[in-house]
Structures are given as C-alpha cells and as structure tokens.
C-alpha cells in the first residue's frame, strides 16, 4: 500500500494535484461545504485517473495530518498491490429506506474473500442505525467501518462524491477484498454522564417522546439551564447515553431537532422504547483521553505500524473542544506513530465496533478510528 495525502486549497489544488501517482487505486477526498471548486477537482481526477475509485463526502471539518481545517479538500490517494476493491452506490428516497439500503449494499458487497467495508453516508436523510442494522444483516462476520456526512454546524444540506459526482441521498460502500489487509479500529468517547437514568416510555425510531411518561423536551431542557434557550445547537453539547438493556454497552445519541409542539426530540440515531438514557456532558481532558484510547484499541492489531488511519470524529467534539480540538488529533498521532497518513472528517454520525470483538453500531460524539495497511 502506497498512500499519498494533500490538503487542497481554492486557490492551489491544481498544483499539488499533479503530483499524486499515476497508479492510484482510491481517492478519499473529505470536502468542506465552503469548497467551491469540489466539482472541478473531481473532474481533474477523474480526467487523469480515469481507472480509479472516487468517493468522499461533506464534513463539519476536515482532517488532515494532525490539523483541523475548513474550506478546504483533504484527499488521500491510495495504490493497493495485494488488495482489490469494489464501490457499490445506493440512493435513498427518506430516512425509512435506511435498513433496505443497508442490506442491499450488504448483498452487493458479500463475498468469502471481503475482508472490510467502508461506509460514508448522506448525514440528513439516513438513519444512521437502522443503516448498520442493515448493513450487519448480510455481512455478520465483517468489519464495518464509516460514517455520515456533515455540513459544519448547519445541518442544513449534505453530500456524497461518488465517482464523478456530486449527490445526495446516497450511501457508498467500498469492499476491500483479500487476505492481503490488515485492518484495525475502534471507537470511543469520553463524555460524562450525569443525573438519573430515565426510561423511554414513548418513541419512534429516532423521536423520543416521553421519558418516565413525561414530556421528553420539557425534561431534557429542565437539565440544561439557560442553554435550552440555544435548542437544538446546544444539543450537541448535551448528548445522551443510551443502554439498550441491562448488560448491553452504552451508545452515544446527539440531538438533530426539536418539537415545542409534541414535545419532542429528534436524534441521530435510533432511541427504542424500553431503553434507558441519561444526560451527558463535555469534559475536555476526558474526550482527548477518549481519543487516545480509540487509538490505542485501532493500534493493538498491529505488530508494525499501519500505514493508513482515517479518523472520523464527531461534530460535538470539535465544537465542545474549540481551538483545542487538534490535541484529539495528535494523541491519535502519539499513539499510531510517524508512519501512517492520517485523514479523516468531522461527522454526523460514525460507524465502528467499540473493538475487535464488539459488533458494529452507529456512534456519536466519538472518535472512531480505522487503520488500514498490506501485509
């Protein structure tokens, strides 16, 4: 495996655009919303690799090396000599399309030989958990890895660059095929969860309702103060921890949305009836510590380092994190090593195992690592 990585700027892209090799088999290109060029530089690439796959998508960020930046494209080109790899795209009319997407990308990809899958999504209109429900449906021994598309703190509109174009409503799997990979990941938090745990007396999908037969918003906003009034971007600040059932690992759940009129509460991710959930808030030191412990469990595959990291972390970290944000960035960096390029976005939603061992779930307010290399 040969990995190339440039970050791509309005006014220079054409430039170190002709520096990437002629024999790349992957181009992962990371866009800002703000990145006006993005369809001139897919044509370029296109234009000059026509063999190649082309993926990507919008983000709330973009990494690069152990740096956070907007308005710009950060690619990464990559040449495979033991690996083979097969793109499968599928569109999605509204979020109840979601598990059908899945499977369908599942089927597509399904194979004795499929060693991995990454998976970048629209970050609007997919439910993100109903999605690796799918997903794991046809592919229950492989790894998943991925995550959803985001547009900065607007949550306002999302893309996905397939190929040569740029679209919405789709999600993207990528196979990697072949015993030649080596591949880790893991996906932690970090967040502190405080208060009583409630229990989900009346949702759907991912609106919750009522918690402990009252109204959802009324509780959730008695929690945050003056910081109700900045609903729902303070909800990214205020995410909450869901157990599924008693013994089941808590997962992370971000508010998208609010309803005064129902009272409601619109996640990222499913929130079923049944389940318990309890508040939670920043702690800075814990999420970089969160970071470091994702890479720590991406790394334990590896007897030699890596060669490629792609880093998807979530929106609510960087804005919780601020200017310290790229610390989360350079503990990974401390942990991996000089060897691997590191990229990677800010997300609506990543896609991981906990672990090795763990089965795949949709995660937020994580940073989920995956390392890729040939053996």
Not at 71 to 86: G, N
Not at 279 to 297: C, T, V, Y
């Amino acid at each position: 495996m040969k990995v190339q990585q440039v970050s791509l700027c309005e006014i220079d892209w054409r430039n170190k655009l002709n520096s990437i090799n002629n024999d790349t088999d992957l181009f992962l290109l990371f866009v800002s919303p703000l990145f006006e060029s993005k369809q001139e530089v897919i044509n370029q690439i296109k234009l000059k690799h026509p063999k190649a796959i082309i993926m990507g998508c919008s983000t709330a960020g973009e990494i690069s090396g152990v740096t956070v930046k907007d308005a710009t494209i950060s690619l990464t080109a990559i040449q495979l000599h033991k690996v083979t790899l097969k793109k499968v795209a599928v569109t999605v009319k509204d979020m109840n399309c979601s598990v059908k997407a899945g499977e369908q990308i599942a089927l597509q990809l399904n194979s004795n030989d499929l060693k991995h899958v990454l998976v970048l999504s629209d970050g609007l209109h997919v439910n993100g958990a109903d999605l690796v429900t799918g997903l794991k449906s046809g592919l229950p021994k492989v790894s998943i890895t991925g995550g959803l598309a985001g547009d900065g703190a607007n949550f306002k509109s999302t893309f996905i660059i397939n190929d040569d174009k740029v679209v919405d409503k789709t999600i993207i799997g990528l196979g990697f095929y072949g015993e030649g990979l080596k591949v880790g990941y893991s996906s932690k938090g970090g967040w502190d969860s405080f208060g009583i745990e409630r229990l989900v007396t009346k949702s759907d999908k991912n609106v919750l309702y009522e918690l402990d037969g009252l109204p959802a918003l009324k509780i959730y906003k008695s929690f945050l103060g003056e910081e109700a009034n900045n609903l729902p971007g303070s909800g990214l600040l205020f995410p909450l921890s869901l157990r599924v059932h008693e013994n089941s690992t808590p997962v992370v759940r971000t508010i998208l949305a609010v309803n005064e009129e129902d009272q409601s509460l619109t996640f990222a991710g499913n929130i079923p009836e049944g389940a318990y959930v309890r508040l939670m808030k920043a702690n800075i030191d814990r999420l970089i510590k969160g970071a470091e412990d994702s890479a720590i469990s991406a790394d334990n595959n590896f007897k030699d380092a890596s060669e490629l990291a792609i880093l998807i972390s979530c929106v609510g970290r960087r804005l919780v994190l601020k200017q310290l944000i790229e610390e989360e960035i350079e503990v990974v960096r401390d942990v991996l090593g000089d060897k691997p390029c590191i990229t990677g976005f800010y997300s609506y939603g990543e896609i991981a195992p906990f672990g090795e061992f763990s089965p795949c779930e949709l995660h937020n307010q994580t940073m989920t690592i995956t390392t890729l290399s040939e053996c």
